[in-house]
């Protein structure tokens, strides 16, 4: 190699694809869906999409392992307009803290913007989302903010919309059977379907 493209790749503003470092993840609590994610986690400061065939079908259990640990750690943990009202008892039996849980509620239209707001201020570990839609431009904006935010973003669609094209980083698709991996940044995608309880 000549010293010329020796010292161009030594300049931390030229991108070397692998040679960076592994994205920080956090584990979800599930050992089958860790080992199939890249890093063993959900990645911090990404976009990580859960479809799901209608609301209730599982997609909370995923989370609930991650949401123990962050809140008992005090980090905060933000629902931006859940189809239903989380029911605190449930969670608190689950070792849940929940003055580290916020819910935001009756947001309309001005969801995608609250979670936005939610990740861009630095001081929420996990924000989850339910968009009733959301176009690609709404979800870079998510996947910018939780970059910026340095926070796990999680939004749960429908699972119609798995043809669609995304940013996000992790694609998840949730049922009563389990998981599957339909998309990770940095790895396979797993074809199996992972078993979650």
């Known amino acids: ?25 956090e584990a979800t609590g599930h050992a089958a869906l860790d080992a199939a994610l890249p ?41 931006v307009h859940p189809p239903y009202i989380p029911y605190a008892p449930a969670f608190v039996a689950a ?22 707001q939610a990740l861009r201020s630095a001081t929420c570990a996990l924000v989850a989302c339910w968009p009733k839609q959301a176009n690609d431009r709404q979800l870079r904006r998510l996947q910018l903010a939780a970059e910026s935010g340095r926070a796990i973003a999680i939004a749960f669609r429908p699972a119609r919309v798995a043809m669609t094209t995304s940013p996000a980083a992790v694609r998840l698709h ?14 396979n995608a797993a074809a199996q379907r992972i078993a979650i309880q």
């Open 95 to 116: 070792g849940v803290d929940p003055w580290a849980m916020h819910t935001i509620t009756n947001c309309g239209d001005e969801g995608l913007w609250a979670t936005e």
């Open 39 to 79: 890093g063993g986690g959900l990645p911090v400061g990404a976009l990580t999409e859960v479809l799901h065939e209608y609301d209730g079908t599982h997609e909370l259990t995923l989370l609930l392992p991650l949401i123990t640990r962050l809140t008992q750690s005090a980090r905060r943990i933000v629902f």
């Open 1 to 25: 190699m000549s010293a010329v493209v020796a010292d161009v790749l030594r300049d931390p503003r030229i991108w070397q694809g692998p040679r960076h470092a592994q994205p920080q993840v």
């Open 174 to 187: 949730a049922d009563a059977k389990g998981i599957q991996v339909l998309k990770c940044r940095g790895g």
